[in-house]
Structures are given as C-alpha cells and as structure tokens.
C-alpha cells in the first residue's frame, strides 16, 4: 500500500493543468488592468485636449469692443456666444461621446450657463478691476465616465469617483 501512495505522488500527469489554472487567473487580471490603464489613459488624454480647446475657445469669444456697427457698446455682450461657441468647440475636439460629457463653465468661481451670463461675467472680469489677479480668471472643466473593466476594489485611484475630469484656468485678459 505504501508503493502504490508513493506512485500517486510521483505521478506528474496533469501537472500542467493544475499549473494552468492557478496563474490563469493572474494572468487575465493583469492584461485586464494593461487594457484598462490603456483605455482610461486614452480617454483622460481626450479629456484634457477637450478642456484646453475649450478654454482658448472660451476666451477668445470674450466680448470687446468691435468695429461691427451693430456692436457699439463697451462690451458688446449681445454680439458674442462664449457659452455655446465653446461648448461645441470641446464637444468637437473629441471623439468621445458627446452625451456623456459634462462641460462647466465659470468666470472668478461664479458658473456661466449661457451666452448671456458668460460674456457678461468676462466682460466684468476683464474691465471692473484693471489689474490681473486670481479672481479674475476663467476656467473650463470637462468631465466623462470611465470605463471599468476590473472592480474599482482593486484599484481605487485609476477613476475617483468614477470620472475622468480636467480643469484649464487661465486669466482674462
């Protein structure tokens, strides 16, 4: 009885098999959190360049004087869309999907929801004060789902609270 205990522990078939099923797994999650890594880096790259398009959109559509002759006041307000020319140029900058971005604007840390609001809200930035400090800047924030292929358990920091999110500020001059 004692031979036949010592064969069946010397007996080295399906080995491999066991082998396989053990580092499998460890095998999978690792190319699962390659990919993911890959796929949210991708996505927080796009992010970015959408906030960066979006924020020299934004400033560049400040209300200013201008030589159209229906635009003569100080700050032709009426005459500008910063909040609608911007929101399309990010939306435009990426390949994402444009109805799960989020895009907020603000001007000296009060949100802009609409052309309105936004050029008048640059307009007293750029004209109340004279003198450039931090109140006086814009900012464009981006926000987007990630994707998750591998619990958030296992690695915590990859998407915090579930988004990906980019703030450019820059001052109004």
């Given at each position: 009885m004692?031979a036949r205990l010592?064969?069946?522990?010397?007996?080295?078939a399906?080995a491999a098999v066991?082998?396989?099923?053990?580092?499998?797994?460890v095998?999978m999650?690792?190319?699962l959190?390659v990919?993911?890594?890959g796929i949210?880096?991708y996505?927080?790259?796009?992010?970015?360049?959408?906030?960066?398009?979006?924020e020299?959109?934004?400033l560049?559509n400040?209300?200013?004087s201008t030589?159209?002759?229906?635009?003569?006041?100080?700050c032709?307000?009426a005459?500008?869309t910063?909040y609608?020319?911007t929101?399309?140029a990010v939306?435009n900058a990426?390949n994402?999907?444009?109805?799960q971005l989020?895009?907020?604007?603000?001007v000296?840390?009060?949100?802009?929801t609409?052309?309105a609001?936004?050029?008048?809200?640059?307009?007293?930035?750029?004209s109340?004060?004279?003198?450039y400090?931090?109140a006086?800047t814009?900012s464009?924030?981006v926000s987007?789902?990630?994707?998750?292929?591998?619990p958030?358990?296992?690695?915590?920091?990859i998407?915090?609270f579930?988004?990906?999110?980019s703030?450019?500020?820059q001052?109004v001059?």
């Open positions: 004692f010592l064969d069946v522990v010397r007996d080295r399906g066991a082998e396989f099923a053990i580092v499998t797994p095998l999650a690792g190319l959190g990919i993911q890594f949210v880096y996505d927080y790259m796009l992010v970015e360049d959408a906030a960066q398009v979006g020299r959109t934004f560049q400040r209300p200013f030589t159209n002759l229906s635009c003569t006041a100080a032709p307000t005459c500008f910063p609608s020319s929101v399309s939306q990426t994402l999907t444009v109805g989020a895009i907020n604007l603000s000296a840390g009060t949100q802009c609409s052309d609001s936004c050029g008048t809200a640059l307009c007293s930035a750029y109340t004060t004279g003198s400090t931090a006086n814009a464009v924030t987007y789902p990630c994707l998750t292929l591998l958030a358990s296992w690695a915590p920091n998407c915090k579930g988004f990906l999110t703030t450019i500020a001052r001059d």
